[in-house]
């Protein structure tokens, strides 16, 4: 029993930081349809920089955060305005898209191994605040995690059933070519729906870098956790994306616990493969959101 | 000289991954980025029976491709009842869990070190342990294996799968099992690959996880992007373009070697966001219609 509480406290803090990825991952493809997975570059370069702030500029963690935010927004919007968008214009095949996508990502993570090098860098200096509760402690980071991904699932919950930026984008998801007829401009929606999608990832970025560390490598790691977030939640709904982040986390942590490193990684895979072969639409799926073929 | 045939040795390998892969991508239409994946457990299988087991080569080939194709239905049958958006994905996954076993099962794989000292090829005595040998060797069988696809490619069955790509539900009207097609074509891409993978093991000697990693499947990828998807001779083209332009690299004076991989990999991607964007179809492909 005194095992339990630790590794449900732990599930769910790894699991709030998985359930951010899923949640940014999701704006993103919830609009788009497409998997554009530039925002895993995005997330190497801000938790690069990250690191660049605290160890070098001598900033404060919260300042560099909030900078960082503002980097992820800047990034996206570059990539979706000066690739991305051609992309969309010129074909509107989903494999072009990730093809292009991907290859933004990879191009940004060499860019990071040459100038950084392969070591894993960390924003922190010292040792972790330590909050205890009771029998329970945990780290800062781990602290903060869950209240980040709480904030962030109410806001935009709230951004996307309230506000026009929302709706809009919900129109332009459902029925693109519709929403151009009546004169929305699906390409700003598309564009600031995927920065606010990376905005969200890059907070994660930031937790990482505070708490374990990154290294070029952890893009496509975010990637693999955002996508399986999404697929377990069920493609298209925002709330899945969050729950499926948060249930991944605390498989995972209780893997750790109970199984070999060697078979840590499979449990993600089996459960991958259980949901693709039983539930492909997962917890939450629209069923008719691409029919089977 | 000898780092001469080295690279056109490598050049040979990496064209039998291109063009299997080119069944894969290129005619069916499956978008499976675990290509190293299938690479990486024929080399591993091949090797350990070779060690472990005292194998000779070819049975040991063998066993691989047929381990291999096991592995393929892994991913095959379950990935191809859904839409290929969720394959991608799972083929993904296929190749992160793959290299994981590789490096985390030590016992078995020995991990991050590798295996080292694999016997050279043996047939009716004669040993195939000089670089020039090797290359008549695996110029044979590369040969073959465009042989056998191009065969492939004109066939009945080839035909078949082209119409998979181009109109899935046309060739479903017309009586076709298109899932039955899809998963045969995943098993010949992925024997093919894992005959790619028992040469690699025993032409170097030793093989490490690194060489089956993610980047790998992506540099297949690329290689057939770059050349033109589809058509045998883009595949061949790409593969020798791209596995020749990095090696240039080492004629840079001053560069440190650390910055080396680094920069090969941003050659590999400016050269596929340029081909997304402008050329699709590859240097040797056609436009499309």
Known sequence: MDLLLPLLVDGMCTGARYAILGMGFALIFNTQRMFDISFGGIYTWCGLAMWILVAYAGLGIPLAGVLVLGLAFFLSYLIQKGYMARMRNRSDSSVSIMLGSMAILMAMEAIATIIWGGEIRTARTGDADVFKFGPIQISDVKFYSPIFALSIFLAFRYLFQRTPLGLNAKAVATNPLLSRIVGLETERILTLTTCFGCLIIAVDAVLVCVDTGVHPAIGFQSVLIAFMAVILGGIGSFEGAALGGLAIGFIRTVAVFQFPTLWQEMILFVVLFLIIAFRPIGIFGMKDWKKEV | ?289
């Open chain 2, 1 to 289: 000289m000898d780092y001469l045939l080295h690279i056109v040795i490598i050049i040979l390998i990496n064209i039998i991954l291109t063009v299997s892969f080119n069944i894969l991508l290129g005619y069916t239409g499956i978008f499976a980025l675990c290509h190293a994946a299938f690479y990486g457990i024929g080399a591993y299988t091949a090797t350990l029976l070779m060690k472990n087991l005292g194998l000779p080569f070819f049975p040991a080939l063998a066993c691989a491709v047929g381990v291999t194709v096991l592995c393929s239905l892994i991913v095959a049958l379950p990935g191809l009842r859904i839409h290929w958006d969720y394959m991608v994905i799972f083929a993904f996954s296929f190749q992160m869990v793959v290299y994981h076993l590789m490096i985390n099962w030590v016992e078995l794989t020995r991990g991050p070190q590798g295996i080292a000292g694999i016997p050279p090829v043996t047939i009716l005595g004669f040993t195939f342990d000089s670089k020039i040998s090797f290359l008549l060797f695996s110029l044979i069988v590369t040969l073959a294996v465009v042989y056998l696809v191009k065969r492939i490619e004109s066939s009945a069955f080839g035909l078949v799968l082209k119409g998979i790509k181009d109109d899935e539900i046309a060739v479903k009207s017309v009586g076709k099992p298109v899932t039955a097609y899809k998963i045969t074509s995943f098993a010949i891409a992925a024997g093919l690959a894992a005959v790619a993978g028992g040469f690699i093991a025993v032409y170097i000697s030793y093989i490490s996880p690194g060489y089956f990693d993610l980047h790998t499947s992506i540099f297949i990828l690329i290689c057939l992007i770059f050349g033109g998807m589809g058509s045998i001779r883009g595949a061949i083209v790409g593969t020798v373009v791209l596995t020749a332009l990095p090696e240039l690299l080492r004629f840079i004076p001053y560069l440190p070697s650390t910055m080396m991989g680094g920069i090969r990999d941003l050659i590999y991607a400016t050269i596929l966001i340029l081909f997304m964007l402008y050329r699709p179809q590859g240097i040797v492909g056609k436009a499309s219609r």
